[in-house]
């Protein structure tokens, strides 16, 4: 039973547009969140993180949301540019940061 | 230069073979990580390393084994091959939690191996 959820495997969105990737964790006990991104014949990259203390971080055209209550977060960008085309993990830790538990990575393309 | 490099990139093998992925980084990370990659699972750790006489199973450590044979050296070992081995493997490193900051891990590029 997968703790970290990402319901979409994969996303399309148009240059210029937000793009809006979603996950869902089960375990309550879950306190930081991190996004990596991957590019195809690489390994994943830290993009962002939250911790529980807080509902929202930013950087640059990336933001994240976090909803403890739903046990839901979700990665905005804005506006999306080619270069974001990849896989997006949503990863989460119950220790602050210790070990993580990761989603099974959403494939967004953003279309020109 | 990578900071974390992996070797090999892409591996054959048949069951039932001894397979050894090797992982070393040039970062000064203390903590080193073994995940496999599968289509729709996402990244499970297989075994961990916070320092060099400290090794931890992680979700999916039945089948592996590790060595830590230096701080920037973590290798992951396949004793007896099987098909459902066959994935995507990541070596990653960390640095030990420092309060106030989170424990980001950089990730090599990955060893596919393909097990017949």
């Known amino acids: 039973d997968q703790q970290v959820k990402q319901n979409s495997p994969s996303l399309s969105v148009q240059e210029g547009r937000i793009s809006i990737l979603n996950c869902d964790y089960t375990?309550?006990?879950?306190?930081?969140f991190l996004w990596y991104k991957k590019y195809p014949a690489e390994g994943p990259t830290f993009l962002i993180s939250?911790?529980?203390?807080?509902d929202k971080n930013e950087d640059g055209r990336f933001t994240v949301f976090l909803n403890k209550s739903a046990k839901h977060l979700s990665l905005h960008i804005v506006p999306s540019q080619p270069g974001d085309s990849a896989v997006y993990f949503c990863a989460a830790s119950a220790t602050y940061g210790q070990n993580f538990v990761f989603g099974p990575g959403t494939r967004l393309s953003v279309l020109p | 230069d990578a900071d974390v490099t992996q070797t090999p990139r892409n591996r054959i093998t048949k069951t039932g073979k001894r397979i050894m992925l090797e992982c070393s980084q040039t970062k000064g990370h203390d903590r080193m990580y073994w995940y496999r990659q599968d289509p729709g699972l996402g990244l499970r750790l297989i075994y961990y390393s916070f320092d060099v006489k400290d090794i931890n199973k992680g979700e999916i450590s039945d089948g592996y084994s590790v060595s830590r044979q230096a701080q920037a050296k973590f290798s992951l070992s396949l004793e007896s091959a099987i098909p459902n081995q066959t994935a995507l493997y990541f070596c990653a490193t960390s640095s030990s939690l420092t309060s106030g900051t989170y424990n980001e891990q950089f990730f090599g590029p990955g060893t596919r191996l393909t097990v017949l």
């Open positions: 375990n309550s006990m879950f306190d930081y």
């Open positions: 939250i911790s529980s203390i807080k």
